[in-house]
């Protein structure tokens, strides 16, 4: 009697193994699938620049202003010279000095 007690428990153990095996397998494959779905998405968020989220939403009338004073200065350039040059090359001045303007204008560690 003991030996087959032996033979069913060493068969339970294999079989209790086995699924065990099949459900780390079924994990790691779910966890896998989970992380690459993560990184694409990380991916996607990372190149629509469209789209805001909620630190934008909260900032917006921040960047509105910052829009009006570039365009009110583009303007103002435009009126004193009447040359769309000189109006593009201080967009160019905007564009390559829009990080420092950011800065003043988002910075919070001066707030």
Known sequence: MSKTRAAARAERAAL???????SRATREKAA????????RARLWRRVRLWQH???????RETWGALA???????????IFTRSITAVLGT???FAVGAPVLILLFF?????
């Open 32 to 39: 896998a699938e989970r992380a690459r779905r993560e990184r």
């Open 16 to 22: 209790a193994a086995t699924r065990a095996e099949a």
């Open 91 to 93: 967009a160019l001045i």
């Open 107 to 111: 910075d919070r560690s001066r707030k």
């Open 68 to 78: 009006t004073m570039v365009l009110l200065a583009m303007l103002v350039v435009y």
């Open 53 to 59: 989220g909620p630190g934008f939403r909260r900032r």
